[in-house]
């Protein structure tokens, strides 16, 4: 049974920073794409950003260039360093990991850590 466990959520000041971090459990083999969606209340749950297993990233535009996700493939964990922190970046994030093992598709979450960013 794989299991996603974030942390590295809480509150911080706006301009601020924090680091998320998602470390796998139970797994054995490497994820495919590993990733950080966020959902904001009464909002849809959105991509934040994703980084392949050859370490290819992808963003969404409204955290480039103050978000930045990386890797650690010997531990299928993955970070999110977010920097330059605004009062719409509030969410809760979601580490996601997911892909192709043989011929079946996986999508692995977890619980989600709460990122509150206020004065």
């Known amino acids: 049974q794989v299991q996603l466990v974030e942390s590295g959520g809480g509150l911080v000041q706006p301009g601020g920073s924090l680091r998320l971090s998602c470390a796998a459990s139970?797994?054995?083999?490497?994820?495919?794409?590993m990733g950080w969606y966020r959902q904001a209340p009464g909002k849809e749950r959105e991509l934040v950003a994703a980084i392949t297993s050859g370490e290819i990233t992808n963003y969404a535009d409204s955290v480039k260039g103050r978000f930045t996700i990386s890797r650690e493939n010997a531990k299928n964990t993955v970070y999110l360093q977010m920097n330059s922190l605004k009062p719409e970046d509030t969410a809760v994030y979601y580490c996601?990991?997911?892909?192709?093992?043989?011929?079946?598709?996986?999508?692995?979450w977890g619980q989600g850590t709460q990122v509150t960013v206020s004065s």
């Open positions: 139970g797994s054995i083999f490497l994820f495919d794409v």
């Open positions: 996601n990991a997911r892909g192709l093992r043989t011929t079946a598709m996986y999508d692995y």
